[in-house]
């Protein structure tokens, strides 16, 4: 901690609102970025911290990277925006081509928007446009899980007044009924998928017996439950939930907001866990966290089947957004799948995580910590709570920022994601930190 004085009270104000923060207690106690390099961000004081969580799972080649922010600049001074409705650019066809190379195959119809929020939002309408396109609209219902984050967005479909708007994803708000989530009190502290838990998949057939299968759209599930504090997947579950997707024709939609770009060894988990889904979200590290922008992608048959049942020069797919495949976006983009695939960062990634995860379980027997998870390059440590439930671990990530650590809390849990292609001794340095801050707690 250095004893510099910051300058954040002469710039706060009262108008900036911010996002799942408790802004009072923030203008109190002000933490507040102003540069980043590599592995580290500075505050304001002119402290070093260390990204322990690559931003918000965005910056996976660590920050500042020049070869990105020098293609959005060329490319802003070439062309700074064009609108994706009746027009494009030649980067956006780029982006979808490179991103379909580190795809599952077929899954190669790329669908362009700027948030994970929306990527789910879009995921849903193709799979209501799908089955509508297949004369099976009664399939309107989603299935998703407990403890699952999929943005913040509730469809703006229930909100619209425009008809075109609505038809094609009639029901309105999409009805969802929910899987149980995975945590099991018997697999505290496997480290990688736990032994025990792939029954929990059969939630769903009691799902399909109770709703009819005849009635459920998609199944969508995160690989690894992210925000929620790092639920890796029983053994076997996910390929359970695959077979029974495919036992009643439902679409299995894989929010691979988190997981994408190597954070599990592959570039996309549903390869690291050899699953195949029909749809997948993507986001965060899509631009290194540079520039908003995600896709969801499309399985072909799905997307033949939207586009052929509509007429001669007749709108698809009534849905997109001003800033979908926004030039600059795709410039970044493209930097970073350049840079993804020049410096391996997926196998460094991987390579790494063996270390990571050696130090993150050793974490164990320090009294506080309750429960240990990890997988890959992502990890969640759960904090026994105080009187007041995540009291501890809103205090805990606001003492790690002190003591140069940046990491994300939900709830009292601490979740870490490494930047991929950092190294041991940025490994030694983050758990020094942790391990030190976690002792000092009674
Ligand atoms: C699995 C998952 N889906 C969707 C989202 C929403 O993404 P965004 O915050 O970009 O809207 C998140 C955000 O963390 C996420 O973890």
Same mark, same amino acid.
């Given at each position: 901690?250095?004893?510099?004085?910051?300058?954040?009270?002469?710039?706060?104000?009262?108008?900036? *609102?911010?996002?799942?923060?408790?802004?009072?207690?923030?203008?109190?106690?002000?933490?507040?970025?102003?540069?980043?390099?590599?592995?580290? +961000?500075?505050?304001?004081? %002119?402290?070093?911290?260390?990204?322990?969580?690559?931003?918000?799972?965005?910056? =996976?080649?660590?920050?500042?990277?020049?070869?990105?922010?020098?293609?959005? +600049?060329?490319?802003?001074?070439?062309? @700074?925006?064009?609108?994706?409705?009746?027009?494009?650019?030649?980067?956006?066809?780029?982006?979808?081509?490179?991103?379909?190379?580190?795809?599952?195959?077929?899954?190669?119809?790329?669908?362009?928007?700027?948030?994970?929020?929306? =990527?789910?939002?879009?995921?849903?309408?193709?799979?209501?446009?799908?089955?509508?396109?297949?004369?099976?609209?009664?399939?309107?219902?989603?299935?998703?899980?407990?403890?699952?984050?999929? %943005?913040?967005?509730?469809?703006?479909?229930?909100?619209?007044?425009?008809?075109?708007?609505?038809?094609?994803?009639?029901?309105? *708000?999409?009805?969802?009924?929910?899987?149980?989530?995975? *945590?099991?009190?018997?697999?505290?502290?496997?480290?990688?998928?736990?032994?025990?838990?792939?029954?929990?998949?059969? &939630?769903?057939?009691?799902?399909?017996?109770?709703?009819?299968?005849?009635?459920?759209?998609?199944?969508?599930?995160?690989?690894?439950?992210?925000?929620?504090?790092?639920?890796?997947?029983?053994?076997?579950?996910?390929?359970?939930?695959?077979?029974?997707? &495919?036992?009643?024709?439902?679409?299995?939609?894989?929010?691979?907001?988190?997981?994408?770009?190597?954070?599990?060894?592959?570039?996309?988990?549903?390869? /690291?866990?050899?699953?195949?889904?029909?749809?997948?979200?993507?986001?965060?590290?899509?631009?290194?966290?540079?520039?908003?922008?995600?896709?969801?992608?499309? &399985?072909?048959?799905?997307?033949?089947?939207?586009?052929?049942?509509?007429?001669?020069?007749?709108?698809?797919?009534?849905?997109? +957004?001003? *800033?979908?495949?926004?030039?600059?976006?795709?410039?970044? =983009?493209?930097?970073?799948?350049?840079?993804?695939?020049?410096?391996? /960062?997926?196998?460094?990634?991987?390579?790494?995580?063996?270390?990571?995860? @050696?130090?993150?379980?050793?974490?164990?027997?320090?009294?506080?910590?309750?429960?240990?998870?990890?997988?890959?390059?992502?990890?969640?440590?759960?904090?026994?709570? /105080?009187?007041?439930?995540?009291?501890?671990?809103?205090?805990?990530?606001?003492?790690?920022?002190?003591? %140069?650590?940046?990491?994300?809390? /939900? %709830?009292?849990?601490?979740?870490?994601?490494?930047?991929?292609?950092?190294?041991?001794?940025?490994?030694?340095?983050?758990?020094?930190?942790?391990?030190?801050?976690?002792?000092?707690?009674?």
């Amino acid at each position: 901690m250095s004893n510099n004085q910051k300058y954040s009270s002469h710039i706060l104000n009262d108008n900036f *609102w911010l996002p799942f923060t408790p802004n009072g207690d923030f203008r109190l106690d002000p933490k507040l970025f102003t540069q980043a390099d590599k592995f580290y +961000y500075q505050d304001d004081a %002119g402290n070093r911290i260390l990204d322990g969580v690559s931003g918000l799972f965005t910056s =996976a080649l660590g920050h500042r990277r020049q070869a990105i922010s020098d293609a959005i +600049y060329q490319q802003l001074m070439t062309l @700074d925006y064009t609108p994706s409705f009746y027009r494009s650019h030649p980067l956006a066809f780029e982006t979808a081509k490179e991103l379909a190379k580190i795809l599952p195959p077929q899954l190669d119809r790329l669908f362009f928007v700027n948030s994970g929020s929306e =990527a789910i939002d879009s995921a849903l309408k193709v799979a209501l446009a799908y089955q509508r396109a297949r004369k099976q609209s009664s399939r309107t219902l989603f299935i998703s899980r407990e403890r699952a984050y999929h %943005g913040v967005n509730f469809g703006g479909v229930a909100l619209s007044g425009l008809t075109n708007n609505r038809r094609q994803f009639a029901g309105s *708000w999409p009805q969802v009924v929910h899987l149980r989530h995975t *945590w099991l009190e018997e697999n505290r502290f496997q480290r990688g998928q736990p032994q025990s838990g792939d029954y929990l998949a059969d &939630d769903l057939q009691r799902l399909v017996e109770l709703h009819g299968a005849e009635n459920i759209a998609a199944c969508v599930i995160e690989p690894i439950a992210g925000s929620t504090g790092v639920l890796v997947p029983p053994k076997g579950y996910l390929e359970r939930i695959r077979l029974l997707c &495919d036992r009643y024709d439902i679409l299995l939609i894989m929010d691979e907001v988190i997981c994408g770009f190597g954070r599990t060894g592959k570039a996309f988990a549903s390869q /690291t866990f050899a699953i195949r889904p029909d749809i997948i979200t993507l986001a965060k590290a899509l631009t290194n966290g540079t520039q908003p922008m995600a896709a969801v992608a499309v &399985d072909r048959r799905i997307y033949d089947c939207i586009v052929n049942a509509a007429g001669e020069q007749e709108i698809e797919f009534f849905h997109g +957004y001003t *800033w979908s495949a926004h030039p600059a976006a795709c410039a970044a =983009a493209l930097a970073t799948l350049r840079l993804y695939q020049e410096e391996n /960062t997926f196998a460094n990634g991987e390579k790494l995580s063996p270390y990571f995860l @050696d130090n993150l379980f050793e974490l164990q027997g320090i009294p506080i910590i309750s429960d240990i998870r990890g997988f890959g390059l992502l990890g969640g440590i759960e904090l026994q709570p /105080t009187e007041k439930p995540g009291q501890r671990g809103y205090q805990l990530q606001k003492k790690l920022f002190e003591r %140069g650590l940046h990491l994300k809390s /939900t %709830g009292d849990t601490l979740i870490l994601a490494p930047i991929l292609s950092a190294d041991p001794a940025y490994i030694d340095e983050l758990f020094s930190i942790l391990r030190q801050v976690l002792s000092e707690e009674k």
